[in-house]
Nanobody
Framework: QVQLVESGGGLVQAGGSLRLSCAAS????????MGWFRQAPGKEREFVAA????????YYADSVKGRFTISRDNAKNTVYLQMNSLKPEDTAVYYC?????????????????WGQGTQVTVSS
């Protein structure tokens, strides 16, 4: 029922940065984990990053570790993905997702709500 809307995607040169945002249409009282996934054409959806309700527990895919930072603002019901040192292989549609609870998971099936996605294209 809660709509998740991603924004901030676009075209950027390799080495550049983008900041993605994911806003929920309405605030939820229950704790939840927010995650970012991405999917390139012809590829399966891939885990990128996740963050717990408290913000103190984060998890990153090895491919983005050290370059991407996930954060959240519970008051704004928004999660962010700061992407630095972007590479062409980061090109994909990026989706935010929500999972009820506090335990961070990295599997798409563990997330029940999804946004529509935002395109990120990194040129060489």
């Amino acid at each position: 029922q809660v709509q998740l809307v991603e924004s901030g995607g676009g075209l950027v040169q390799a080495g550049g940065s983008l900041r993605l945002s994911c806003a929920a249409s309405k605030r939820t009282f229950s704790s939840y984990v927010m995650g970012w996934f991405r999917q390139a054409p012809g590829k399966e959806r891939e885990f990128v990053a996740a963050i717990a309700w408290s913000g103190g527990s984060t998890y990153y895919a090895d491919s983005v570790k050290g370059r991407f930072t996930i954060s959240r603002d519970n008051a704004k019901n928004t999660v962010y993905l700061q992407m630095n040192s972007l590479k062409p292989e980061d090109t994909a549609v990026y989706y935010c997702a929500k999972r009820l609870g506090e335990v961070v998971r990295t599997t798409p099936a563990d997330f029940g709500s999804w946004g529509q996605g935002t395109q990120v294209t990194v040129s060489s």
